[in-house]
């Protein structure tokens, strides 16, 4: 008799605070053949529990850090400016939110790795997928400050910019680009640079921050259809549950929960299709070895659910590109650029805390985005990697800003068509 080797799910009430093991049990099987059934003790409670801290902390994220920022704006004392950037007293409140980052993303941590069962751990263990929880956690809290200073950025460039100084250093460099610059010098006299920082940053919120929060809430209808419960109990976890934690995770700017689900649901592609006959698959992998059927005739007789792994391919194609375009393009790329070009322009007035700030920032946001597009170029497919390319260049264009500004140029200011610009 075959053992057999099923997933199923019990009532269990224990803390997830402490070291986070796997809820599954191994009990044994009532079969002649002495098989095993791995029992998870209540999964109910772990989703539960996943998806709260997730959203409880998007919701921190993307709704009371902009407030939080907001009334920084209104309170005199709490002002940005040129000076010092945003004032000191308000790291307390991006204290509180790493407080409470970590807190819920050890929670969510450990929700997720009981819902593993020890197969399920030791691969992921094999694949150093656990050993590299703390990087992206510090990835995570890097994450968290670029977002903090991109969120005070406009203020502070508007405190620059009083007298439209800023704004006209801005647009005489981008007069002396060929065919482009007239037009977009004009928009920037007419917007100003502080404007245009915030309609980015905006974009940015609304898309990555506001209508996520939409799709958190979608993700948890979505998770419900597909991960049924019949009294606490299940057969399995579908690759695609993982998909949709991974979003959310990445909403709620939990990376190291992203990475473990986005691990978990490439692992679930590999799902043996019962309807196979191992027999057929063996006379396919000869078949091929001879040349008389091709690779993909032969895959088909594999005992793999293709189907399942082609449903799985594109939902982590679509979940890496849908990342690289709102968090690497729109986040980190275009503010990047924005900052740097601050910093050339304001480089003679610019006070030192101001600018110990600014270089903070531009490194958080260059160690993000270097960090995710190793991770895309690795497991992404055909079309991230060729949304690789612009954001790569882009990345390269801010260094060199960067260095124009310190180095080269005596005035700090360098376009990429023109080289250094003269006295502005």
Known sequence: ARARLCVCVCARSNSTMGAAVSGYERVQEETSGGGGVFVL????????????????HAFVVWILLPVFVLVQHIVVGLRPSCDVGFQNITLVGLVVLEVHHLFSERRAWDAVKEMLAPPEVSVMRSLGV????????????AESIALYTWLTFPLVARSCDAEGELTEKWSHAWGKVPHIGGIAAHLIRVVHFYGITLVILLAYVVCM????????CLNAGRRAKLLKFDNGMVERLPGEVFVVWAETAEIAMMASVAMLCQEMASQKR??????????????AREDRVLGLVDASSAQKQELQDTSEAEKMEAAEEWYFAVTLILKVMLGSALQLWLQTSFFALTYDSLGMQAKVKLIICLLASSTEALARCYVFSIKAGNIS???????FLLLVWTAMKVY?????????????????VGEL
Not at 130 to 141: F, I
């Open 41 to 56: 003790e209540d999964a109910e409670r772990s989703v539960k529990l996943l998806e709260a801290e997730t959203s409880r």
């Open 130 to 141: 656990l050993r590299r929880r703390k990087w992206t956690v510090m990835l995570a809290v």
């Open 209 to 216: 921050g506001w209508v996520g929060l939409v799709k958190v």
């Open 270 to 283: 590999y799902i043996f299709d019962p309807q196979k006959d191992s027999r057929l698959a063996t006379l």
């Open 385 to 391: 990697v060729g949304l690789l390319v612009p954001v």
């Open 404 to 420: 124009a500004a310190i180095v080269l140029c005596e005035h700090h200011v360098w376009n990429f068509t023109t080289g250094c």
